[in-house]
């Protein structure tokens, strides 16, 4: 599971991160397609924190049978 979710945190993050370098080292040139994949990349990188619940309830029993019980004391059950 750990791996999972490190590849997944690290295809989501690494391109929003290259064009940070990039910029940084003032060789990303602005150009239409450019903001277009800059904003893809930043929407890619946020993402990932709506992966993250999906990918532990997919993945981790344990991290299942918890959510259930939060669930079930908020419903008053």
């Not at 910029?23 to 040139?29: I, M, N, V």
């Amino acid at each position: 599971m750990v791996v999972v979710v490190v590849l997944v945190f690290a295809f989501c993050w690494c391109p929003i991160q290259v064009i940070l370098l990039l910029k940084s080292l003032k060789l990303y040139e602005l150009t239409h397609a450019s903001i277009i994949f800059q904003i893809v990349s930043h929407v890619l990188a946020y993402t990932n924190s709506c992966i993250n619940p999906v990918l532990y309830a997919f993945l981790s029993d344990n991290f299942r049978k918890a959510f259930r019980k939060v669930t079930a004391r908020l419903n008053g059950s």
